[in-house]
């Protein structure tokens, strides 16, 4: 398989399981959407690492890899701080006519649309 196929295939799987995440009902539903959602993340990962060493001349590498866990780190904050608030953002623009677990729902599909 090539690099493109496998970083597609990545990036479809820890969207889409993003996005079941918000479907849960039990607590083993989340489990298997979170160990899914590991498998594309680890094919992510492993994807950029490859990526970076065929992108990049050798005295470059330091530098494109420190820009990877800069951006790494920024999601990271970006996560806690934004997307941590979207289920409160949620119940507060609709009056709090949605429950919590609703309000749970917009934060996954808002974090599955982005990425």
Known sequence: LGRRVLFSFGLLVCSATTAMLATAVSVEDLFIWRCLFAIGAGTLGAMVTAVLADMFEE??????SGLVGFFAGLGAVFGALVLLRVPEWASKLSSGTIGQLEAVHCGYYTASSIA
């Open 59 to 64: 005295e470059d590498k330091g530098k494109a």
